[in-house]
């Protein structure tokens, strides 16, 4: 069975620091994985995703993430914080061997901090 | 491009009352929808899914339930609100090629 961890359900860094989200997976096939962003009272907007192509996957607003197999991570990372970054972010895993379901973690608050 | 609506934006409702939240998709066709919850400080709960019209798979046992009356229409219904069905609710598609999913705005119900 697939499943999420993000480690610290609150992160808070300064503005122009190092943004570090952590997020650990587990899959019984090489998976699909994705980070997702939402601000509040919003829907969830996808950041990026990694299918088994680059293990170093850029996205939108200058994050970007990194596939490990061996440490079975996929950590977030953006190297300048700005205020606007402040949102909670998801960590999420699909099989893409016909499953239906797209299994989130359970979210990483992000503080920045001025 | 794909497009995701949902209605009303915000919802009061008594405990006891019915509930009737809807979802429309525009752009694609035969897309696998879903319905998730988020309690306040929580994270994502995923409540049904639908893979085509009729087809609903139950993820949560509870006092909701869902329809899909047409191809890019999704219905969450309840016959009785209960308190702790307050929350946001957000439906979405999966892209089938990409694995990708697309969110709705969502719906803030608070149920007094």
């Known amino acids: 069975a697939q499943s999420v961890t993000q480690l610290g359900s609150h992160v808070s860094v300064s503005e122009g620091a190092l943004v570090l989200l952590r997020c650990n997976y587990s899959s019984s096939v090489p998976p699909y994985l994705f980070w997702y962003v939402q601000y509040p009272n919003q829907g969830l907007q996808l950041l990026l995703k990694y299918t088994s192509a680059a293990t170093l996957v850029k996205g939108i607003n200058g994050f970007e993430a990194e596939f490990k197999k061996s440490e079975t991570s996929f950590h977030l990372t953006k190297p300048s914080a700005h205020m606007r970054d402040a949102a909670e972010y998801f960590c999420?895993?699909?099989?893409?061997?016909?499953?239906?379901?797209?299994?989130f973690g359970a979210g990483t608050r992000l503080f920045v901090k001025a | 491009s794909q497009t995701i609506h949902q209605w009303p934006a915000t919802l009061v409702q008594p405990v006891g009352s019915p509930l009737s939240l809807e979802c429309t998709v525009e752009g694609t066709s035969n897309p696998n929808l879903y319905w998730y919850r988020q309690a306040a400080g929580r994270g994502l709960q995923l409540l049904f899914y639908?893979?085509?019209?009729?087809?609903i798979s139950s993820e949560v046992p509870q006092n909701l339930s869902a329809s899909r009356p047409q191809d890019r229409q999704f219905i969450l219904s309840s016959k009785k609100l209960l308190l702790s069905d307050s929350g946001f609710y957000l439906c979405?598609?999966?892209?089938?090629?990409?694995?990708?999913?697309?969110f709705g705005p969502g719906t803030r119900l608070t149920v007094t």
């Open positions: 639908s893979v085509g019209i009729g087809q």
């Open positions: 999420a895993v699909s099989d893409h061997d016909g499953g239906f379901k797209t299994i």
């Open positions: 979405a598609w999966r892209d089938i090629d990409s694995y990708e999913q697309y």
